[in-house]
């Protein structure tokens, strides 16, 4: 026989006495507090968003509210300006940290618009409350880069070539309408054509305006090529094909995880960046790390050495340490350099002498054995070099320091720290990009996106914050 089961009805018309406050709702244990908390923390006056409450006009949102919805919604995937809207219409938590207030997604949307300056400075001040609380200790960084979307379609990407092209066909389309638009003005009929003939002409006219505005940034060398949609973008490749976006940066600590730093910059690549970052990351930290540590994205002799230069130990493997692939036995670091004499010796004990600057790189020092009949002549000729003109070697200027750092990276020191890299630089972006389903930013312009990578850092620290220390402590 089966055991009666007694179920509990719920009641929409039930009248309460006294009704609930909407701080009842939310318990004391909820991490939705701990947002609240840590908003109320932040400096406004630093940030550049004023409080001030005595203000003619018609009265705004409070500032704090209108962030703590922002910040919290970035925390669980919440972006869009209308899920927001809807988000302090129907969620507890949203509606208890925005005090009841019901912006609409307009006022939200101007808001993140007109402060983006305050809102790249939350990492900052983040990044400090955590060092306050000696959750970053910043004696090891490790730094990390990933492409992120754009909010711009690859399609509208030129080249000069393209550019021109376009340019061409807008020029022979437009002097058409034109010709079009004379001779209905001379018969003096179909007096409609007028207002279809002059839309298309306003909007020709404004396409070829950004083909020009592109053609002209284009020939000034910097960019190989323009979005017309968002100029400051880049194109880059992804195993989803090309796309048009930015490069995210951050700066994590060793101790925690925690992200010291975070940036987005528009170049595809992380060549140039790791000086600029750890630069940026020991600013907000007021003093010089340890030691910092990157993959060989980031492996550029002049960006290392400006590093090194510091005392900072640099953790970073060159392309050839990081494939892992065993030097050949004519591999350049089989050449000896005599300092004294300036030539190197190769394996067999030829002399290859100072020859020449190389023509394209100024910085490289050409070095080549004179007679190339020397190197004709040589059993191992086609294995050491194919050229009929003998082996040659370059070298650099900071040649040393590179060694020094190909020294350090093989030691076990290096290869400890470079172990923990991955488990450390890497968990931030997985977060965003998985856990808070980031595939591309929303807004436009480098003030914009990297408005949006402050909030993203924030939203990780304030996460790993709740689990390290828990919501009572953190709010204490």
């Known amino acids: 026989m089966e055991a009666l089961v007694a179920y509990r009805y719920g009641e929409r018309n039930q009248v309460n006495m006294f009704p609930p406050s909407i701080e009842e709702y939310v318990s004391e244990d909820d991490p939705v507090r701990a947002y609240d908390a840590f908003v109320e923390a932040l400096d406004f006056n630093e940030l550049g968003i004023a409080t001030q409450e005595v203000k003619a006009g018609c009265p705004q949102y409070d500032p704090r509210a209108m962030l703590k919805t922002l910040l919290y919604g970035y925390s669980y ?46 990492m900052k001040q983040c ?36 550019a021109g092209k376009l340019l061409n066909k807008l020029n022979k389309r437009i002097d058409a309408i034109l010709s079009e638009c004379d001779v209905v003005d001379e018969s003096e009929s179909e007096s409609v054509s007028f207002v279809k003939m002059n839309k298309e002409l306003s909007k020709k006219e404004t396409l070829k305006a950004k083909i020009v505005e592109a053609l002209n940034e284009l ?5 190989k090529n323009f979005n017309t949609t968002d100029p400051d973008c880049v194109r880059f490749k992804s195993r989803q094909g090309s796309h048009s976006g930015y490069n995210a940066q951050v700066v994590v600590d060793d101790a925690n995880g925690l992200i010291v730093s975070g940036d987005v910059v528009g170049e595809n690549h992380d060549y140039k960046q790791f000086a600029q970052q750890i630069d940026r990351a020991n600013a907000v930290l007021e003093k010089d790390c340890e030691t910092a540590c990157a993959d060989a994205g980031y492996a550029s002799i002049e960006e290392l050495e400006k590093v090194d230069d510091k005392g900072i130990l640099v953790v970073v493997p060159t392309t050839k340490q990081a494939s892992k692939k065993e030097p050949g036995e004519f591999d350049r670091n089989n050449f000896k350099y005599d300092k004294e004499l300036d030539l190197y010796l190769c394996p067999e004990g030829k002399e290859l002498k100072f020859w020449c600057i190389h023509k394209k790189d100024k910085n490289a020092r050409v070095y080549r054995i004179r007679q190339a009949v020397t190197c004709l002549n040589c059993t191992h000729f086609g294995a050491c070099t194919p050229s009929k003109m003998g082996r040659t070697i370059r070298r650099y200027p900071n040649i040393e320091v590179k060694a020094k750092l190909e ?49 993203l850092a924030t939203c990780f620290n304030i996460r790993r914050m709740i689990t390290i220390l828990g919501v009572a402590t953190m709010r204490a």
């Open 407 to 455: 020294k350090l990276y093989e030691s076990d020191a290096g290869q400890a720290v470079y172990k923990r890299r991955k488990e450390r630089a890497e968990l931030p972006f997985g977060h965003i990009k998985r856990n808070l389903g980031v595939q591309s930013f929303l807004l436009r312009g480098l003030d914009g996106v990297r408005a949006e990578m402050s909030l």
């Open 127 to 162: 990044a400090r409350m955590c060092v306050k609380l000696g959750l970053i200790e910043g004696n090891t960084l490790f730094v990390d880069g990933t492409k992120v979307r754009g909010n711009a379609s690859i399609d509208k990407t030129l080249t000069k070539e393209k």
């Open 219 to 223: 020939e000034k060398g910097d960019k």
């Open 77 to 122: 995937g919440i972006r869009s300006s209308r899920r927001l809207e809807r988000a302090v219409y129907h969620n507890i938590s949203f509606i208890w940290l925005a005090g009841g207030l019901k912006p609409d997604h307009k006022t939200i949307s101007n808001f993140r618009r007109h402060n983006k300056k305050a809102l790249k400075g939350i």
